[in-house]
């Protein structure tokens, strides 16, 4: 808790702030409910939330005296209450040999350092792990892929930079199957310039996968930068559509003072959210907890 608390410390620093400054010794009335809620949207926790946490203030304590402390504590039951059905647990279904993981996202958002964190987890929970470099389009993506597996003792399959990536998802199947491997991690491009190319990619990466593995990808993660705010909410609408996300991880929740969109996310598109990335460091993934979010943002 104490990592998250930190990395969301700018966040609820300037939320804190504010709400501090609106509520010194003042009534709750439609001028000081106004500034909070144009406070919340503005910490990108989203209308429908802003909105929730000034109606509950506004029913049980209208025209009488809150502290800031009051309003942090309402909104940190709020953000819980939205984000408690969103934070599931990744699960792992044993009955699936290799149980496939699809990484998605944009260039950037952490993907390809999520899944060297994942990796080391799963490999530390005593699982056989591969890894495919899918994003074929960028040889550094492919090279830092070959470092993560270095670093966890987990083979990469990989081809030269500008291969076809549904290939070489189909021989990391192939592979997987034969090794009798736990877990397949298959990473994909990101680049956002050519949405309709890279969305084609991604569905004929599936209908590959299928090939071998009817049920398969077993899970298609999402990675989202919390440091980009609302960005993140276009980003889900379009893989969400044309990828089949099925979870999501924030990443960058360090020191961040954009925090509140994980929030928005939640409420608008109730996808499970499995982790969430506070470093750089292969440990710096964690478990989405509500409860701490919720009392970290809030702070
Ligand atoms: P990709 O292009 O989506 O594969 O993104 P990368 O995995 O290459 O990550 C882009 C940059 O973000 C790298 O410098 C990572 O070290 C950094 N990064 C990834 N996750 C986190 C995180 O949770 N916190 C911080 N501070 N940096 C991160």
């Known amino acids: 808790f104490s990592r998250l608390a930190s990395g969301l410390k700018r966040s609820s620093d300037q939320l804190g702030g504010s709400?501090?400054?609106?509520?010194?010794?003042r009534k709750l009335d439609d001028e000081t409910l106004e500034d909070?809620?144009?406070v919340l949207i503005q910490a990108d926790?989203?209308?429908d939330t802003a909105t929730a946490i000034t109606e509950s203030l506004r029913r049980d304590r209208y025209e009488r005296d809150v502290s800031a402390e009051d309003v942090r504590g309402v909104l940190a039951q709020e953000v819980e209450k939205v984000l408690k059905p969103v934070a599931q647990p990744l699960q792992?279904?044993?009955g699936q040999k290799p149980f496939i993981i699809l990484m998605v996202g944009v260039n950037g958002t952490g993907k390809t350092t999520t899944i060297g964190k994942l990796t080391q987890k799963l490999t530390a929970e005593g699982r056989s792990v591969m890894m495919a470099?899918?994003?074929t389009f960028r040889a550094a993506a492919i090279e830092q892929l070959q470092v993560w597996g270095e670093r966890t003792g987990t083979p990469v399959i990989s081809k030269p930079a500008g291969s076809d990536a549904s290939g070489l998802a189909y021989e990391a199947v192939e592979r997987a199957t034969a090794e009798k491997r736990d877990v397949l991690i298959i990473d994909t491009a990101g680049r956002l310039q050519n949405r309709d190319e890279l969305m084609g990619?991604?569905?004929?990466?599936?209908?590959?996968?299928?090939k071998l593995s009817p049920d398969a990808p077993h899970a298609v993660l999402?990675?989202?930068d919390a440091t980009t705010g609302q960005?993140?909410?276009?980003?889900?609408?379009i893989f969400g559509k044309r990828a089949g996300v099925t979870g999501l991880v924030m990443t960058k929740l360090d020191g961040t003072a954009r925090g509140g969109i994980l929030v928005a996310i939640a409420n608008r598109f109730g996808l499970p959210v499995h982790f969430i990335g506070v470093g750089e460091g292969v440990d710096d993934l964690e478990p989405f907890s509500a409860s701490d979010f919720a009392r970290a943002i809030a702070g």
């Not at 709400?19 to 010794?25: C, K, Q, S």
């Not at 990619?201 to 299928?210: D, G, H, N, Q, S």
């Not at 960005?231 to 609408?237: F, P």
């Open 222 to 224: 999402l990675t989202l």
């Open 201 to 210: 990619e991604l569905e004929k990466i599936i209908r590959v996968i299928k």
């Open 133 to 135: 470099a899918g994003d």
């Open 92 to 94: 792992i279904d044993t």
């Open 45 to 47: 926790l989203g209308i």
């Open 19 to 25: 709400i501090a400054g609106i509520f010194t010794r």
């Open 231 to 237: 960005n993140a909410l276009s980003q889900v609408e």
């Open 36 to 38: 909070l809620e144009d």
